[in-house]
């Protein structure tokens, strides 16, 4: 293959800067890049209005979203069979992370699921959003298809492992999207529809069992998921507040720091989890259409790149970061509006938080290394 220079330098008049070769052969996805952007700016402005227009939240999410975008170009930058190097390490470790959770972690509202260090402070459950993905994407990448019983059952442990420790902060919506991203990765892989109905079925039958090893308040919730009216002014609080903030929005909204629910504090975790609601209460039907367009986007590029990849491995790994995307938009929609039970899921991009988005931003990261990989 010849290599020719590139285009820009035979322009009349053109000079030669320093850097310039190194900008050229940058990793890059525009559509992506400008997808993400968008969807930061519609964040930016939801989180400032959600936290009552104080301008500090807003600059500490700034300082969040700059650092994840020097993360998102310095991961891009790899080649994928780095990724494939780095899975078990980064496994280990964020099983190591959840255990150190469980011990020395700081509690908040009744859940463990922090690790303090001077000046700030993650949550690793977020980070098994990626990991988990990578590391069944590293293992069954050499294996067979369809997958045989071995590698189904080794696929399980490493699934439910950090599943289980999740679930156990207690973070019950954090864990079951982590064992679901992890079942979209199995299915990716090519898993017989046999084996699935199976798998299907021992979920059915635990479900009894899981339903005694809930705490209390998860049982509450469950059941004011099913008839939030039962109490009102205690279990059913939070999803009454937030399907009156998205119904009063009704077509246009009421407009940019003008939602009563928002700004009169009637709407928990407005900032966090129930930022959608914010979405819904201030630019109405119109403002979640055209946030439903930009995650629809975003996972169709995901897809797009999927279908290009040039191995296994970065199949499985952009299907499963895709799928992980898709699920967690999936569960913090359903939750807020009333269509499934209210559990800590954040909106992926948009809810305010520097772990969560960091994360997606190392996954959008690696989707342009793999992309960039099948372009050159």
């Avoid at 469950?222 to 059913?236: A, K, Q």
Wanted: aromatic fraction near 14%; charged fraction near 10%.
């Amino acid at each position: 293959m010849i290599n020719r220079p590139p285009l820009y330098l035979n322009k009349p008049g053109w000079r030669r800067l320093p850097g310039i070769d190194f900008l050229a052969n940058l990793h890059w996805d525009s559509w992506l890049f400008l997808l993400i952007c968008l969807l930061l700016a519609a964040s930016s402005g939801l989180i400032y209005s959600a936290s009552s227009q104080k301008i500090i939240v807003l600059g500490k999410q700034g300082i969040h979203v700059l650092i994840s975008f020097v993360v998102f170009i310095a991961i891009a930058q790899f080649s994928p069979r780095t990724f494939k190097q780095w899975a078990p390490f980064l496994y280990a470790i964020g099983i190591f992370l959840l255990l150190v959770v469980l011990v020395f972690g700081t509690s908040s509202k009744g859940a463990q699921r922090w690790i303090n260090l001077p000046g700030f402070r993650f949550q690793p459950s977020e980070m098994m959003k990626l990991f988990l993905p990578l590391m069944l994407a590293h293992y069954l990448s050499n294996k067979t298809l369809p997958l045989k019983k071995i590698p189904i059952f080794v696929s399980l442990i490493i699934i439910f492992v950090p599943g289980l420790l999740i679930a156990k902060q207690p973070d019950l919506g954090t864990g079951i999207l982590v064992i679901a991203t992890g079942f979209g990765v199995l299915f990716f892989a090519g898993i017989r529809w046999s084996s699935i109905f199976k798998l299907s079925a021992l979920v059915l039958a635990g479900l009894p069992l899981l339903w005694w090893k809930l705490h209390d308040y998860q049982r509450a919730r469950v059941m004011t998921f099913l008839d939030p009216e039962r109490d009102p002014l205690g279990s059913g609080y939070h999803i009454i507040q937030s399907k009156i903030a998205i119904g009063s929005g009704g077509l246009y909204g009421k407009g940019w720091c003008h939602g009563t629910q928002a700004q009169l504090n009637f709407l928990p975790e407005r900032t966090t989890d129930f930022i959608f609601s914010v979405l819904g209460e201030e630019f109405g039907f119109i403002g979640i259409s055209l946030l439903f367009l930009l995650y629809f986007a975003v996972i169709f590029r995901g897809i797009l790149i999927m279908t290009q990849t040039a191995d296994t491995f970065s199949r499985l790994l952009v299907g499963g970061i895709i799928f992980s995307f898709f699920i967690c938009f999936f569960i913090n929609i359903g939750m807020v509006s009333g269509l499934l039970p209210v559990v800590g899921c954040p909106l992926p991009l948009v809810s305010y938080g520097g772990t969560s988005l960091v994360t997606w931003m190392v996954a959008f990261g690696m989707l342009v290394a793999i992309q960039s990989q099948h372009r050159n």
